[in-house]
């Protein structure tokens, strides 16, 4: 099974962000420093992202996410990224959900939360 996370997808969480459509690309100030000029870019061909300005950091979805979230462990990663997003990744499937099979988010979908 093959799980895609895509870069657009995932920012329309972070409304905080207010990024702006530049032809097939997204702009705006980077979250992750103060700056005044918008140096922040992501490429929706590319599914990634970058930061022109002070912090230079950059990466795919995941990256973006452990960056932003300050998630310090993959388990934890992917366990935000099915709480928060309802996206099942292969570690989730195979690890998390055995482990923890009473998810905030399967409680939530119960009524139990």
């Known amino acids: 099974m093959s799980y895609e996370i895509n870069m657009v997808d995932i920012i329309r969480f972070y409304p905080e962000l ?3 459509k530049e032809g097939n690309n997204f702009s705006g100030y980077c979250p ?5 000029m918008p140096s922040f870019k992501i ?3 590319k599914n990634i992202w970058k930061c022109f300005g002070k912090c230079g950091k950059g990466g795919g979805p995941l990256t ?3 960056e932003y979230e300050n998630v ?3 388990k934890d990663l992917h ?3 099915f709480e928060k ?3 099942k990744t292969e570690l989730y499937e195979n690890h998390i959900k055995k482990e923890d099979p009473k998810s905030k988010f399967e409680m939530w979908n119960k009524g139990e939360i």
């Open 72 to 74: 310090n462990s993959t």
């Open 32 to 36: 992750f420093h103060s700056e005044k």
């Open 85 to 87: 997003f309802g996206i």
């Open 18 to 20: 207010k990024l702006k």
């Open 64 to 66: 973006f996410i452990r």
């Open 79 to 81: 366990k935000l990224i």
């Open 43 to 45: 490429s929706i061909e």
